[in-house]
Structure formats: structure tokens, C-alpha cells
């Protein structure tokens, strides 16, 4: 089983970009599904995150009112749309999914120890 993200690119400042991540090979029980990002030379930070049991979403301050999680089970697929793009938005993008354990709690979203299943990345350039 893997995760796929894809739809990064280049885009100018104030634009948008829908992210999206699939899983592939055999249907994956999930408790969560997360993005995060890591800018050159920083750390990888938490973007957001959709608990899957109840649907609730958490989101980095950041990216508050600028981005929006969605979901559609039927392609098994998550969505991470982002607009109002800044040039600090520019990072690599990833996916990742909690397969193993119970629904996490509110403040495990955050935590990428939550998440045992990660995506590739996907690059995402904010050109000023």
C-alpha cells in the first residue's frame, strides 16, 4: 500500500493549488490522514489533518482560512486546498495516514508520530 500526493507546481503569489492524496493497492483502513510540509533547510511542520471517524479537521495556524481539507471516500482519496498562496507556503508537500491503533486524539493530529504511512511529497513553488 502506498500513498500518492500529487498536484504541486508552480504558482504566483495569491494563487491556488488543490494537493491531492491516493491510496494505492489494496483499500486501507484509516483512523486519520494528515498533511505536512517541509520548506529547504527547516523541519517538516504539520498543515492539517482530518480525523476520519468523525470527520473533524484540524489546521496549523498558519494556513487557517486559506486551506481546506476534503475528503471523498469513494476514490479513497484526500484533498488539500490551498489558496491565497504565500511564497512561505513554498515546500514539499506530504500525505500521511494513521492505519495502525485507535482514532487518534485531537492534539495527536499534529504529531507526525501519529502517522505510520507517508506519501512521496509533492513540490508546491510560490513565486512572489
Known amino acids: 500500500v502506498q500513498l500518492q500526493a500529487s498536484g504541486g507546481g508552480l504558482v504566483q503569489a495569491g494563487g491556488s493549488l488543490r494537493l491531492s492524496c491516493a491510496a494505492s493497492?489494496?483499500?486501507?483502513?484509516?483512523?486519520?490522514m494528515g498533511w505536512f510540509r517541509q520548506a529547504p533547510g527547516k523541519e517538516r511542520d504539520f498543515v492539517g489533518a482530518?480525523?476520519?471517524?468523525?470527520?473533524?479537521?484540524k489546521y496549523a495556524d498558519s494556513v487557517k482560512g486559506r486551506f481546506t481539507i476534503s475528503r471523498d471516500n469513494a476514490k479513497n482519496t484526500v484533498y488539500l486546498q490551498m489558496n491565497g498562496l504565500k511564497p512561505e507556503d513554498m515546500a514539499v508537500y506530504y500525505c500521511?495516514?494513521?492505519?495502525?491503533?485507535?482514532?487518534?486524539?485531537?492534539?495527536?493530529?499534529?504529531?507526525?508520530?501519529?502517522?505510520?504511512?507517508w506519501g512521496q511529497g509533492t513540490l508546491v513553488t510560490v513565486s512572489s
Open positions: 493497492g489494496r483499500t486501507i483502513s484509516r483512523n486519520a
Open positions: 482530518i480525523r476520519w471517524g468523525d470527520g473533524n479537521i
Open positions: 500521511a495516514a494513521r492505519t495502525i491503533g485507535a482514532m487518534p486524539i485531537w492534539s495527536m493530529l499534529a504529531d507526525e508520530r501519529t502517522y505510520d504511512l
